[in-house]
T-cell receptor
Framework: EAGVTQFPSHSVIEKGQTVTLRCDPISGHDNLYWYRRVMGKEIKFLLHFVKESKQDESGMPNNRFLAERTGGTYSTLKVQPAELEDSGVYFC?????????FGQGTRLTVV | AQSVTQPDIHITVSEGASLELRCNYSYGATPYLFWYVQSPGQGLQLLLKYFSGDTLVQGIKGFEAEFKRSQSSFNLRKPSVHWSDAAEYFCAVGRTGSARQLTFGSGTQLTVLP
């Protein structure tokens, strides 16, 4: 069974540009989570989808971040326009039972 | 609000030595507790978890952790460290009803000396 897959693994963009991160959860998992780790800090929750609906987006830092989950399958996280402080590793996780299964993360560098 | 503290940012041990990584949490109810590991270039892998019952839990790769309610701790242990254990370790707490929505500690980087 495939795990949680994230694309791309790395992205380097200039300040002001737009970047879209993608997450493919484990098949059949209704719950999908986005987390972020900024350099040197802890991993922080961004938002939670149940199927295609946003259950909790309390961790989204500002309105430059937009998350979607098409048809309750894969999810995208768009940052527009990107700022320097958005650099970090973005993790996606999907939930089955009481556990979260994480992807390998997308390392975003804004220069 | 829940929080997790990992007081050791970086730990260095020799291969074959024992290991204990500390984790303290703050949560108003019985927490769901997790340890994850991130090896270089890899994602977060679940080592072990505690939901209820026996306070000593066994995980993968020879790791174990003990839940101590009186100390609000969930320390990770391994009796003999292997070079492949070098990685970053994260303790996390999940709130009741949403075990998968996690609050993480800041991580402990483990270096293993030959």
């Amino acid at each position: 069974e495939a795990g949680v897959t994230q694309f791309p693994s790395h992205s380097v963009i200039e300040k002001g540009q737009t970047v879209t991160l993608r997450c493919d959860p484990i098949s059949g998992h209704d719950n999908l989570y986005w987390y972020r780790r900024v350099m040197g800090k802890e991993i922080k929750f961004l938002l939670h989808f149940v199927k295609e609906s946003k259950q909790d987006e309390s961790g989204m830092p500002n309105n430059r971040f937009l998350a979607e989950r098409t048809g309750g399958t894969y999810s995208t996280l768009k940052v527009q326009p990107a700022e320097l402080e958005d650099s970090g590793v973005y993790f996606c996780a999907s939930g089955g039972g009481r556990e979260a299964f994480f992807g390998q993360g997308t390392r975003l560098t804004v220069v | 609000a829940q929080s997790v503290t990992q007081p050791d940012i970086h730990i260095t041990v020799s291969e074959g030595a024992s290991l204990e990584l500390r984790c303290n949490y703050s949560y108003g109810a019985t927490p769901y507790l997790f340890w994850y590991v991130q090896s270089p270039g890899q994602g977060l892998q679940l080592l072990l978890k505690y939901f209820s019952g026996d306070t000593l839990v066994q995980g993968i790769k020879g790791f174990e952790a003990e839940f101590k309610r009186s100390q609000s701790s969930f320390n990770l242990r391994k009796p003999s460290v292997h070079w492949s254990d070098a990685a970053e370790y994260f303790c996390a707490v999940g709130r009741t009803g949403s075990a998968r929505q996690l609050t993480f500690g800041s991580g402990t980087q483990l270096t293993v000396l030959p």
